[in-house]
């Protein structure tokens, strides 16, 4: 059992401030989150350093599917497309109830789209080496409305139907966190660094401020690793020297509406009219809907504004390919993230490369930019080596590459879901929405209190007690976005949970009332925030 107890916060900075790291990571999404992973494997001694919550920005905000991005065979990047596929299955290996194999259709409206998906997808599963169990399957005509019944099956009369991997976005990336801290590193949570100390030009050290106390320390490293996505240039400026590449970021704008408005049986793919691939995803009880793709000009922002004409372009898809009016008021949350890409002149951000980079400024910081969920581990193993040759580390020869937390289980993850229900009887939506949160980990946190949080929802106690002694939450918001999960797939259950919750982390956590109120009024306005149309 790996630990992250938020009570430990004072013993994690005395040993931040008194350990000389061979890299200090800057960041704590799923970039940072499989650095740490990988160099804690080799034996280095890392820290990692994250400003707010881990996975507080992109990174718990995507389409939450690892995956090849078979769009970009259509750009000529097939490097890019082969190394993904190839990489959905590793993180399956390490963590199979966090990269679950689901079934994708492709609707077709005619009969050159059919076969351009079905030569697509051909080629994307032989760069994948897909097992022949797998491989992707044609319908048309009744089989294709007994598959999908909503689909229009007039306008839409083929499809090809293949397999991508479903995950969990910041689920994913503490499992990661936690796997590096397993190994011997050290990660911490709202420690923002807000400056840099060099020796002879070099980086040396960093200034950390811990949010929660207010305490500021010096962590000495030899290298560090600028691992910041959107606030990558931010963390160049600290640098004293202006990021070599410049960045552009995305917006990526996702819907979620009640499943029973849209009652789909497996994952969908729809193209909006400009050509935009738009992703309908049915998660227990609600279906998200994205993702859009613009430029983003102001700032990087942890909660990009979301806006009606975002929501009225993801209904037009709906409308097209199942005959379904959404309304503004059928959805009951959203969320928007930013990508951070490396700027390309003249084209638009839906017409750049996902490919990452990494460069290493004056001074010695090195810079991760760029780069997809799914590619996480080979820009995690890259930018490792980059740092190893660089500040002529000495690194274990063959680290042993072990599951990630929860991940260390056979059979599938029907057969684990049933084994659950055997022993803490349940409905089997319950228990499936436990064990993808929480793989073999599950029994652990069921052990803590298999009693719901409030009556008629599917969150239990234990989970908020293994958030904090288990997962480092330090607010409500950490444990309802982030760790629970409740903000985005139990949307309906939000209102129910937060005074009960509140109370729960209160005791755990020593607030004062004035502070465990506080914490709830602040998850009442980001979730209203959420659900508000601009």
Same mark, same amino acid.
């Given at each position: 059992?790996?630990?992250?107890?938020?009570?430990?916060?004072?013993?994690?900075?005395?040993?931040?401030?008194?350990?000389?790291?061979?890299?200090?990571?800057?960041?704590?999404?799923?970039?940072?989150?499989?650095?740490?992973?990988?160099?804690?494997?080799?034996?280095?001694?890392?820290?990692?350093?994250?400003?707010?919550?881990?996975?507080?920005?992109?990174?718990?905000?995507?389409?939450?599917?690892?995956?090849?991005?078979?769009?970009?065979?259509?750009?000529?990047?097939?490097?890019?497309?082969?190394?993904?596929?190839?990489?959905?299955?590793?993180?399956?290996?390490?963590?199979?109830?966090?990269?679950?194999?689901?079934?994708?259709?492709?609707?077709?409206?005619?009969?050159?789209?059919?076969?351009?998906?079905?030569?697509?997808?051909?080629?994307?599963?032989?760069?994948?080496?897909?097992?022949?169990?797998?491989?992707?399957?044609?319908?048309?005509?009744?089989?294709?409305?007994?598959?999908?019944?909503?689909?229009?099956?007039?306008?839409?009369?083929?499809?090809?139907?293949?397999?991508?991997?479903?995950?969990? $976005?910041? /689920?994913? %990336?503490? @499992?990661?966190? +936690?796997?590096? #801290?397993?190994?011997? =590193?050290?990660?911490?949570? *709202?420690?923002?660094?807000?400056?840099?100390?060099?020796?002879?030009?070099?980086?040396?050290?960093?200034?950390?401020?811990?949010?929660?106390?207010?305490?500021?320390?010096?962590?000495?490293?030899?290298?560090?690793?600028?691992?910041?996505?959107?606030?990558?240039?931010?963390?160049?400026?600290?640098?004293?020297?202006?990021?070599?590449?410049?960045?552009?970021?995305?917006?990526?704008?996702?819907?979620?509406?009640?499943?029973?408005?849209?009652?789909?049986?497996?994952?969908?793919?729809?193209?909006?009219? $400009?050509? /935009?691939? %738009?992703? @309908?995803?049915? +998660?227990?009880? #609600?279906?998200?809907? =994205?993702?859009?793709?613009? *430029?983003?000009?102001?700032?990087?922002?942890?909660?990009?504004?979301?806006?009606?004409?975002?929501?009225?372009?993801?209904?037009?898809?709906?409308?097209?390919?199942?005959?379904?009016?959404?309304?503004?008021?059928?959805?009951?949350?959203?969320?928007?993230?930013?990508?951070?890409?490396?700027?390309?002149?003249?084209?638009?951000?839906?017409?750049?490369?996902?490919?990452?980079?990494?460069?290493?400024?004056?001074?010695?910081?090195?810079?991760?930019?760029?780069?997809?969920?799914?590619?996480?581990?080979?820009?995690?193993?890259?930018?490792?080596?980059?740092?190893?040759?660089?500040?002529?580390?000495?690194?274990?020869?063959?680290?042993?590459?072990?599951?990630?937390?929860?991940?260390?289980?056979?059979?599938?993850?029907?057969?684990?879901?049933?084994?659950?229900?055997?022993?803490?009887?349940?409905?089997?939506?319950?228990?499936?929405?436990?064990?993808?949160?929480?793989?073999?980990?599950?029994?652990?946190?069921?052990?803590?209190?298999?009693?719901?949080?409030?009556?008629?929802?599917?969150?239990?106690?234990?989970?908020?007690?293994?958030?904090?002694?288990?997962?480092?939450?330090?607010?409500?918001?950490?444990?309802?976005?982030?760790?629970?999960?409740?903000?985005?797939?139990?949307?309906?259950?939000?209102?129910?949970?937060?005074?009960?919750?509140?109370?729960?982390?209160?005791?755990?956590?020593?607030?004062?009332?004035?502070?465990?109120?506080?914490?709830?009024?602040?998850?009442?306005?980001?979730?209203?925030?959420?659900?508000?149309?601009?």
């Amino acid at each position: 059992m790996t630990v992250l107890d938020t009570r430990q916060r004072d013993t994690t900075l005395r040993e931040l401030q008194n350990t000389n790291f061979d890299l200090a990571i800057i960041g704590g999404g799923i970039t940072g989150a499989g650095i740490l992973r990988e160099a804690s494997l080799r034996g280095l001694s890392v820290a990692l350093l994250e400003a707010e919550d881990f996975a507080s920005g992109t990174s718990s905000k995507s389409t939450k599917l690892v995956h090849g991005g078979i769009r970009y065979l259509a750009m000529g990047h097939f490097h890019v497309v082969r190394e993904a596929s190839l990489e959905r299955k590793r993180v399956n290996e390490l963590a199979p109830h966090l990269a679950e194999p689901q079934w994708l259709m492709l609707p077709a409206g005619n009969l050159m789209e059919f076969f351009k998906y079905r030569a697509g997808v051909s080629v994307y599963e032989q760069l994948g080496q897909v097992e022949s169990r797998d491989l992707h399957v044609n319908l048309s005509g009744e089989s294709l409305a007994a598959r999908e019944p909503l689909l229009d099956t007039k306008r839409y009369s083929r499809a090809c139907v293949y397999r991508e991997y479903l995950t969990d $976005d910041a /689920r994913l %990336v503490l @499992a990661n966190i +936690r796997a590096g #801290v397993q190994s011997g =590193g050290v990660a911490l949570n *709202r420690a923002r660094v807000s400056g840099v100390i060099k020796a002879d030009g070099r980086l040396r050290a960093l200034h950390v401020r811990c949010g929660v106390s207010g305490e500021e320390i010096v962590v000495n490293c030899k290298g560090a690793i600028n691992a910041a996505g959107p606030w990558v240039e931010s963390v160049c400026d600290l640098d004293g020297l202006r990021s070599e590449k410049p960045l552009v970021l995305s917006k990526g704008v996702h819907i979620v509406i009640p499943h029973n408005l849209l009652p789909l049986k497996q994952m969908v793919l729809m193209v909006g009219r $400009d050509n /935009r691939p %738009v992703f @309908a995803i049915p +998660r227990g009880e #609600v279906v998200y809907i =994205g993702t859009t793709d613009t *430029r983003y000009e102001q700032p990087a922002d942890l909660w990009p504004e979301v806006k009606r004409s975002e929501l009225e372009y993801l209904f037009v898809p709906i409308r097209d390919y199942f005959g379904v009016e959404l309304k503004l008021e059928d959805c009951i949350s959203t969320w928007a993230g930013l990508r951070p890409l490396i700027a390309q002149r003249g084209k638009s951000t839906k017409e750049i490369s996902r490919k990452d980079e990494i460069w290493i400024s004056k001074s010695g910081l090195i810079t991760i930019a760029g780069g997809k969920l799914t590619g996480y581990r080979k820009m995690a193993e890259e930018t490792v080596d980059t740092a190893v040759r660089f500040l002529q580390l000495s690194p274990d020869d063959e680290p042993e590459d072990i599951p990630l937390p929860g991940g260390d289980f056979t059979g599938d993850v029907e057969e684990q879901v049933s084994r659950l229900q055997l022993q803490y009887p349940m409905e089997e939506s319950a228990a499936l929405r436990l064990f993808r949160l929480y793989g073999s980990e599950a029994w652990d946190v069921m052990a803590l209190n298999p009693e719901p949080v409030s009556d008629g929802v599917s969150i239990v106690t234990g989970e908020l007690i293994w958030a904090i002694k288990q997962e480092g939450a330090t607010t409500l918001e950490d444990i309802i976005y982030r760790r629970t999960r409740a903000a985005f797939y139990r949307p309906l259950e939000v209102a129910d949970i937060i005074e009960p919750a509140s109370v729960v982390a209160a005791a755990i956590l020593n607030w004062s009332e004035d502070q465990r109120i506080a914490e709830a009024e602040s998850v009442r306005a980001r979730f209203q925030a959420d659900s508000e149309i601009r």
